[in-house]
Structures are given as structure tokens and as C-alpha cells.
């Protein structure tokens, strides 16, 4: 975990089948889809995963199958105690298993089901033999111990509705408002998200945390620790896997890289595929710096197979404003000057996009935040500088990749 981010707070998903699993036996994970491009591919599950580190924190969230929504949501706190690793062994607790592999063919591709799980016949989705009823078959793990554990659950609506307690679960309202196909395994929370959530749990379990029922995961002497599909070469095989690498490298001595991270004790927070709006509006890569215990500065990336386009270019220049605000709106302490600076990395970049990049200069907005609040707090307007863009190339080569500055190095 690099030397200044703290404990950054991540959601894995879990149901009634798999909870008491992954709450006993100390470990959470996601799947291992056939398709391997897209964010909720294989390649962007790899890419959840290697974001984290040891000492996050996690909160089990609890999907509904059938429970009441008392018996639901938001559960926790667990902290992370290893790197992302491989493990196809079979974990029970108390009558639950949680598989890592197909017991007929040995596929570590997820299992299938109908519409009702507790009623449909679960089957392997490579060669359709039956899988037992409520098994799941998760690979990719992560190691979790206790670290406050609550026994009652953070509903949704206490979570997104009630307005009780400060803040706004931002990044993963707009998951839940467009339901199937948009839900992620696992997915990075804002700082303030955390915060939230970590004083809602204390709040519905009246401040009483617990020790579970708990049996170590079993020891291993050499994992099989994730590591992302490069390929050969010179681009990656799809987008995510380079979201996989940069997460996975994201706070090494990485030339080109670190220049972007910065100082390591001023990098607060970092994630990816962080939603910010309707329309399943996100960004690729999202980073938070601190100084003096003030936010000061965002960066944004967006991560591209191929060659950095006009309509990339275009695409981070319309969303400032949206992750402006994003970086700001329930930061603590407030935030009233803020550097955001976007990023673009690709395989190269086309030349009316090169000339785009040339025409463009810092520019300043303002976002009303006394306008809002004016009817109950003085808070005051917060003030954003919007850096030009830096653009990077990347190459893929001997297993690792390597970056170039295409334009851009003096914003850094």
C-alpha cells in the first residue's frame, strides 16, 4: 500500500447463498466470465481486483435474492490482508459453499441460472453439467479479517434515501438505478462514501460491533497471485487489460506514470470506473491528492486500446464539470479550490487529435455551491482550474508496458 493513501473503502457483491462464506472464512472475489473485454468482462474484473490493496476496507453488499430489505445491503467491516491471487479450492461455513471451479469439468467460468435462483436448476456455463444450488464458483479472491464487525445491515434506502446523515453515495446510486447489467463485483468507494457508510453501520447497530463466528481461510505456501493479459503486443488485447496494469502498477516507480500519480504521500485516493451520472456516464480512472490534509487536485484518465481521438479528447473535456463536482461536493474539509487535471493514454494518437490538444488552454470555472446551500449553510462556491490536457502513449512489451509523453508534460 503506498505511503499516503489510507484506507480506501471497497463493495463487493455477495447474496444470502455466499455471505456466510465469505463472512466466516475470511475472503471475497469476483468471477471469471467468458468474455473476456469490457468492464464487466474478465478484464475489468481482473481490473477491480488489482485496485486493491492490503488494508482497504470492504463492505459486503448483500444483493436481494428473496430477504426482507432488513436482511439485506450494506454489510461490514472487513479489511483486506492480501493481494489479489487465484484459488480454485471449494470454502464451506455452516451449510454454504463457495466454489472455485466446475465440480464435473475443472471451468472456472461462472455458473448459470434462471430467473429464480432458489427455484431454477444452477448449471456450469462450460459444459452445462449441474452445479449444486446456491454454490457460486469464484477464483479471483482477496483475504478479509474483522475489522469492526456489525451484525445489522446498512439498507439501500438508509443508504441513497435517508437524508439524516450527511453526504451522498454518488458513485453507486446510478449502479443500483439501472439495475442488471451495470452491477459490478467489486467497485471503489469515494473517501466520503466511506465515511458514510462506516458512520451508518455504527448508527443502525446502535454503536455495538461484534466478533463472528470465524475459521481462517487455509494457508497456503505459494498463491497463484491475478496478474493482467498483456499479450504480445504493441497494444493490449482489450482496453481493460490496461486499466488492469496502470491499477496494478498505479503506485510503483513507473516512468511517466508516477509523474502523473505525483508524490505517493499526496495521492489520498485512487479507482476506476468511477459513474458519475445519468446514463451510465463514468470515468476510466479517477485520482484524489491531498496536501495538508485539503484536497487540492483531481487527475482523470481515460485509458484507450488504440489511438487517442478527437471524440477522446472531447469526452474529457465535457465531463469536468460533472467530476468537479464529484471530487468536491461532500469532501471534508471543503474544498474551494480545486485543480483538475485530465489524462488521456493510448496507443498513439491521430493527428487532428494532436492538433485539438494544441488549441486547448487552461481554463477556470465556478461551481455555485452558496447557490444550493443557501437556505441553510454558508457554504462557500468552490473555484476550478482545469489544467490542459497531458496525453501519453503507451507500448506493450515483454510482458510489461511502457509510456511516452505525447503532449501535455509541462501540466504535471
Request: charged share 25%; net charge negative; hydrophobic share 30%.
Amino acid at each position: 500500500m503506498s505511503q499516503g493513501v489510507d484506507r480506501r473503502g471497497y463493495v463487493f457483491v455477495v447474496d444470502k447463498f455466499s455471505y456466510p462464506v465469505h463472512r466466516s472464512r475470511g475472503f471475497c472475489g469476483v468471477k471469471e466470465p467468458k468474455l473476456e473485454w469490457n468492464f464487466s468482462g474478465q478484464s475489468g474484473l481482473y481490473a477491480d481486483l488489482l485496485g486493491t490493496r492490503p488494508g482497504d476496507l470492504v463492505f459486503l453488499y448483500q444483493r436481494r435474492i428473496d430477504e426482507s430489505p432488513e436482511d439485506r445491503g450494506f454489510r461490514g467491516v472487513y479489511e483486506i490482508t492480501s493481494r489479489p491471487f487465484v484459488d480454485t479450492q471449494t470454502i464451506s461455513w455452516n451449510g454454504h459453499t463457495v466454489r472455485g471451479e466446475c465440480p464435473e469439468c475443472g471451468s472456472t467460468y461462472p455458473e448459470d441460472w434462471g430467473r429464480d435462483p432458489n427455484k431454477d436448476p444452477w448449471t456450469c456455463d462450460n459444459c452445462d453439467s449441474d452445479v449444486p444450488q446456491g454454490e457460486h464458483i469464484v477464483p479471483n479472491r482477496v483475504l478479509i479479517q474483522p475489522d469492526n464487525y456489525y451484525p445489522n445491515s446498512v439498507t439501500d434506502n438508509t443508504a441513497y434515501v435517508d437524508q439524516t446523515d450527511p453526504g451522498f453515495i454518488w458513485t453507486k446510486i446510478f449502479r443500483k438505478m439501472y439495475g442488471v447489467g451495470t452491477e459490478r463485483s467489486a467497485a471503489p468507494l469515494l473517501p466520503e462514501e466511506t465515511e458514510k457508510l462506516l458512520r451508518l453501520l455504527e448508527r443502525e447497530n446502535e454503536g455495538t460491533s461484534e466478533v463472528p463466528d470465524f475459521e481462517p481461510y487455509p494457508a497456503q505456501e505459494n498463491r497463484d497471485y491475478l496478474s493482467p493479459k498483456l499479450g504480445d503486443g504493441p497494444e493490449v488485447p482489450y482496453e481493460h487489460w490496461l486499466h488492469a496494469w496502470i491499477l496494478n502498477n498505479i503506485d510503483e516507480e513507473i516512468p511517466v506514470l508516477s509523474d502523473i500519480v505525483g508524490p505517493l504521500s499526496e495521492l489520498e485516493w485512487f479507482g476506476n470506473e468511477i459513474v458519475y451520472g445519468i446514463g451510465r456516464s463514468k470515468v476510466d480512472l479517477l485520482l484524489l491528492h491531498e496536501r495538508d490534509g485539503h484536497r487540492y487536485k483531481a487527475t482523470v484518465g481515460e485509458l484507450k486500446q488504440e489511438e487517442i481521438t478527437v471524440d477522446n479528447i472531447n469526452q474529457i473535456d465535457r465531463y469536468s464539470y460533472w467530476i468537479s463536482q464529484l471530487a468536491t461536493a461532500n469532501a471534508e474539509p471543503p474544498v474551494e479550490d480545486l485543480q483538475l487535471h485530465p489524462v488521456i493514454i493510448g496507443s498513439g494518437i491521430e493527428p487532428d487529435a494532436r492538433t485539438k490538444l494544441g488549441s486547448m488552454e487552461e481554463r477556470q470555472l465556478e461551481i455555485p455551491y452558496s447557490r444550493a446551500d443557501s437556505r441553510t449553510t454558508s457554504r462557500t462556491d468552490c473555484t476550478v482550474q482545469i489544467q490542459t490536457p497531458t496525453a501519453v502513449e503507451y507500448t506493450v512489451s515483454d510482458g510489461s508496458i511502457r509510456f511516452e509523453y505525447i503532449s501535455g508534460q509541462s501540466s504535471l
